[in-house]
């Protein structure tokens, strides 16, 4: 399962990094990731995505500029580190693997979903 971690209560302007490991041999290095965030009563939103050498990455306008996913396939983790934070960032955080085919932005072509970490941006 993947776990999620580093989330927190932060001003606005502020930052955080976000951890995504695995445990139970579910790191899965040969493949993509992203991270996503879900409000109460809104479908899950993409973040960020990064492929699985870490070569190539991928952004929602809101994220770009602003957040940047890496990865360690030696540490079975992944990463976000948020700089300029906005409440409207509020949310929880979840990180899951990518099937091969299919768009980035869409959580139907995700799988071994984990626990969320809760981040909350005061004004």
């Known amino acids: 399962q993947l776990q999620a971690s580093g989330g927190g209560l932060v001003q606005a302007g502020g930052s955080l990094r976000l951890s995504c490991a695995a445990s139970g041999g579910t790191f899965n290095r040969y493949a993509n990731m992203g991270w996503f965030r879900q409000t109460p009563g809104k479908e899950r939103e993409f973040v960020a995505g990064?492929?699985?050498?870490?070569?190539?990455?991928y952004y929602s306008d809101s994220a770009k500029g602003r957040f940047i996913i890496s990865r360690d396939n030696a540490k079975s983790a992944i990463y976000l580190q948020m700089d300029s934070l906005k409440p409207e960032d509020t949310a929880v955080y979840l990180c899951a693997n990518r099937f091969l085919s299919g768009t980035w932005e869409n959580p139907n072509n995700y799988y071994t979903w984990g626990q969320g970490t809760l981040v909350t941006v005061s004004s």
């Open positions: 990064i492929a699985l050498n870490g070569g190539s990455t």
